[in-house]
């Protein structure tokens, strides 16, 4: 299994191995390099597949790979990029996207064998349309747990999805593919979502940058069973790749009635302008969590490193009571919406766990949902006036570092399905992102978490883009 050699403070930085390894190269360099003609987009993808197919057993993060229509689409950008004419800021890079995203020409089995894979899948969603519209090479699509609903990286479907750094251990969840390739050099860019944690949490135990942006900033279609609890996210291995992913995937599409519309600048806009001068709350445990003492330490350990950078921290509790049975009212409705879309002998396919949350959400009745509806206005009410003071609000990203992938599904201590920070962001549809602030001294990836005010998601990428020049995030090299 992969160990790591690194300190278990702060992560050092990820050695600049682009010049002998087109797949280790990040996206912005990967383009320069076409534009110079340094580098030709069908080399950058042979050596993502060609790294794919030597690593990919030790982590199980595809659940569709398809290096021949990725070959064929590099081609084409070559030739592009040859007249000068590329289509796009992503013109040739490698992708993947999770497998909850429509991609035609390839099963969306959502991680379920309740889903029957027969059928015509032609139809992009509208993550997938931009980056063919701007020319990205797509690998295939990368691993999820069972219809996303659970923070763990596996399912009935594909199996065991392994972290990079220990695979004993599980990456995370539900996007725990996007965050194994991405911290195994599968290429620079990976489209995940995040309804509750599902970008945040495997990104803070990969090693990785995930980025959950504010509700409605891109576009979604088909409609999750968790409705406006549900974000399509970039995760990426560095926060510039995240930004310029992210204006491409952003741009709008009519199928998404919640859209926001387009940004009046790019998302990657004053990306350098760093910290100083912001005002920053740091919570360690949101006023209820209980953190582990290896995480509690790392994260005081990285906010400080911003208040070293010219912002002002403050410890502050933000005054919220655990809103975990908001979120648990309104994801387990989502589950028994989604159970009932599937005829009987197909529910029976679904694991366990994803039964007994639908059959909770079928026993909520109108009033108690209607209940939980208002108790979250309120909670965003709270924050909306928090942000009025401060800038942004520093946490940890979980609670527990990676849990053991030998754990049994109920020992939610040691492998907990869902982190206590994150899913209140995404009842209040606010930005934020999870950057590597350190190792436990198992070696293990432990996340910051970084939230802004509704609509600041710049703001957040700034900050996260800081922390990164400061604390250069570290990678889980080659495994032993």
């Known amino acids: 299994m992969p160990t790591s050699p690194l300190s ?105 064998r309740a889903v029957d894979p027969a059928q015509a899948w032609d139809e992009d969603a509208p993550a997938a349309a931009r980056l063919r519209e701007d020319g990205a090479v797509l690998l295939g699509k990368t691993t999820t747990s069972e219809f996303g609903w659970k923070g763990l990286g596996d399912s009935p479907l594909t199996g065991i999805t392994r972290n990079p750094w220990n695979t004993a251990h599980t990456p995370g969840g539900s996007s725990g593919g996007a965050a194994a390739a991405a911290a195994f050099d599968f290429g620079p860019l990976h489209v995940a979502t995040d309804g509750g944690g599902s970008t945040r949490l495997p990104a803070a135990h990969s090693g990785v940058f995930g980025f959950k942006p504010s509700f409605g900033r891109v576009p979604v279609y088909p409609p999750s069973q968790n409705g406006t609890l549900y974000h399509v996210t970039p995760l990426t291995r560095s926060v510039r790749d995240a930004a310029v992913l992210l ?38 445990a949101l006023g209820y969590a209980q953190v582990d003492p290896q995480v509690e330490r790392l994260v005081a350990d990285g906010a400080r490193v911003f208040a070293d950078l010219g912002a002002t921290v403050e410890l502050v509790d933000p005054g919220i009571d655990d809103p975990f049975p908001i979120f648990d009212t309104l994801w387990a409705a989502g589950a028994a919406k989604l159970l009932a879309s599937f005829a009987p002998e197909r529910r029976g396919l679904v694991e366990a766990g994803l039964q007994e949350v639908a059959a909770r959400g079928q026993a909520i009745d109108v009033v108690a949902y209607l209940r939980a509806v208002d108790a979250r206005e309120a909670l965003g009410r709270h924050f909306n006036q928090f942000h009025q003071t401060w800038d942004l609000l520093i946490t940890p990203t979980t609670a527990h570092p990676a849990s053991a992938i030998d754990a049994t599904q109920a020992d939610l201590v040691r492998r907990p399905i869902r982190s206590p920070f994150t899913y209140p962001f995404n009842l209040t549809q606010q930005p934020a992102a999870s950057v590597p602030v350190g190792l436990t001294p198992e070696g293990l990836p432990v996340g910051l978490q970084i939230v802004g005010a509704r609509f600041a998601d710049a703001t957040v990428l700034r900050a996260a883009r800081a922390f990164e020049i400061a604390r250069p995030f570290a990678s889980p090299g080659e495994p032993r």
């Open 247 to 284: 204006n491409v995937i952003a741009r709008p599409d009519a199928r998404d009635w919640h859209a926001l519309p387009p940004s009046a600048t790019a998302l990657d806009d004053g990306l350098e302008q760093g910290v100083k001068g912001l005002r920053i709350a740091f919570s360690p």
């Open 8 to 112: 278990t403070a702060a992560t050092p930085a990820r050695p600049s191995a682009g010049a002998d390894d087109p797949a280790r190269l990040s996206a912005l360099e990967l383009v320069e390099g076409y534009r110079a003609r340094r580098l030709s987009p069908v080399e950058a993808t042979q050596a993502v597949i060609d790294r794919v197919r030597r690593l990919d057993p030790k982590v199980n993060a595809f659940a569709v790979f398809d290096p021949e229509t990725a070959l064929e689409a590099a081609r084409q950008s070559e030739q592009r990029w040859r007249r000068g004419t590329p289509l796009g800021a992503l013109d040739g890079v490698p992708v993947t996207l999770k497998d909850l995203i429509l991609a035609k020409g390839w099963p969306t089995l959502r991680g379920s």
